[in-house]
């Protein structure tokens, strides 16, 4: 079973940008698609980003398409979320998923799940 771990999560003022990193471990990252979702307080968990494979295909929520971007280093079994234009909507605890079967944006086509990293954007 592989092992996810996020990063790079914090406070930040509304307007400034975070970058998100979720490693994996074991040999066989790169054979599968990748997400990131978030849960707000009081909030079901929603979908982000996602990036397939080999990265060039991704896909993302309409709440952050143009100000968030989702990459891929499979040399380095990372998976990034470049988060630009944060507002205080976007505070969360964030999520990296292992795709496996299903829709890319529904939370139950992903079999394993990172502990979280929270997210605040301050206003």
């Known amino acids: 079973q592989v092992q996810l771990v996020e990063s790079g999560g914090g406070l930040v003022q509304a307007g400034g940008s975070l970058r998100l990193s979720c490693a994996a471990s074991g040999r066989t990252f790169s054979n599968y698609a990748m997400g990131w979702f978030r849960q707000a307080p009081g909030k079901e968990r929603e979908f982000v980003a996602a990036?397939?494979?080999?990265?060039?295909?991704?896909y993302y929520g309409d709440s952050v398409k143009g100000r968030f971007t989702i990459s891929r280093d499979n040399a380095k079994n990372t998976v990034y979320l470049q988060m630009n234009s944060l507002s205080s909507e976007d505070t969360a605890v964030y999520y990296c998923?292992?795709?496996?079967?299903?829709?890319?944006?529904?939370?139950?086509?992903?079999?394993?799940w990172g502990q979280g990293t929270q997210v605040t954007v301050s206003s």
């Open positions: 998923a292992r795709k496996g079967q299903g829709s890319w944006y529904e939370i139950g086509s992903y079999d394993s």
């Open positions: 990036i397939s494979w080999s990265g060039s295909i991704t």
